[in-house]
């Protein structure tokens, strides 16, 4: 059997760099206990490797206790909820993605005077709540184009089109064409989304007409892991999304001469070599 592992498997620049920060705080905590507002990524294992160091993912920013660090994580918080950490005696340690951070600041920037906000993106995403709350004067989520399609938007009213980072660009750039080319409307748009996603998802679509078999490796609640088995499919190569190693279906891989491997963003080296590991032992 040949296994083909994509170059863009694992984790981002955003998640690499929060977990980095949060690896130096639990090294030197210097004797204040770490909360993180949320997971600090869609990953149970590493999130059972935090936990087990004492690191405590807070349901809710209140949960957070006085004199704590409250870390941000990659996906970042809402304006309101920063605002009400930073009145309080908690010391954050921002750990939101510099991509994010800038679109959150082009959505600030972008929706001054009146403007409204029709974001493209999953509505109960921590990311978008984060995004939508820098615009001020209200805003729209729409997770598809029959969502954008069923959107009453208003002739006269100044909209600005953002997307969460995470979004299918494709998908966003023939939606902001149509928009933009309405004569009715006043679109303008923010590119926003990130091209490590772009990237991981051209890649899996590229592998997958490569290969007979697909594995997906990523936490089955990270929205991005699943788009990538989603892509697989799409490209109509049959796919299975695993957690671990322990979840491949070993006997039915053996029937396959030729497998591909890919990773969500938040998909640590480890799990990944396990996977491989046993792929290759077929
Ligand atoms: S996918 Fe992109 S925007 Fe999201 S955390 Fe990773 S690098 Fe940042």
Redesign the pocket.
């Known amino acids: 059997m040949e296994v083909i592992l994509a170059e863009t498997a694992g984790f ?4 690499d760099m ?1 977990l980095r920060r949060l690896d130096k705080l639990v090294a030197a905590p210097g004797g204040r206990p770490i909360h993180i507002i949320g997971p600090i990524i869609h990953n149970p294992q590493v999130l059972a490797r935090y936990a087990e160091q004492g690191v405590v993912t807070a349901e809710r920013p209140d949960d957070v206790p006085d004199g704590a660090y409250a870390v941000i994580r ?2 970042g918080i809402t304006r309101q909820v920063e605002a009400d950490l930073r009145a309080r005696d908690v010391i954050i340690k921002d750990a939101t ?4 951070k800038k ?1 959150q600041l082009l959505i600030d920037r972008y929706t001054v005077d009146g403007e409204v906000l029709l974001l493209y993106g999953e509505a109960d995403h921590p ?1 978008v709540r984060g995004l939508v709350s820098y615009a001020g004067n209200g805003h729209h989520v729409f997770g598809s184009e029959e969502e954008l399609n069923d959107l009453s938007l208003v002739p006269g009213v100044r909209y600005i089109l953002a997307a969460q ?2 979004q299918d660009r494709t998908l966003f750039e023939s939606m902001a064409r149509r928009l933009e080319q309405d004569p009715d409307l006043d679109v303008t748009v923010l590119h926003t989304i ?4 772009k990237l991981r998802q051209s890649e899996t679509s590229e592998l997958a007409d490569r290969v007979d078999f697909m594995v997906v490796v990523g936490g089955l609640n990270s929205g ?1 892991t699943r788009r990538l088995a989603q892509v697989a499919v799409e490209r109509g190569t049959p796919c299975s999304h695993v957690e671990t190693a322990a979840d491949l279906d070993t006997e039915a891989l053996n029937h396959y001469s030729r497998i591909g491997v890919t990773a969500g ?1 938040s998909t640590p080296r480890v799990l990944i070599d396990q996977v491989l590991d046993v792929l290759e032992s077929l």
């Open positions: 981002c620049m955003g998640v929060a990659a996906h993605c510099p991509r994010v679109a990311e980072t995470t990130c091209d490590a996603t991005n963003a």
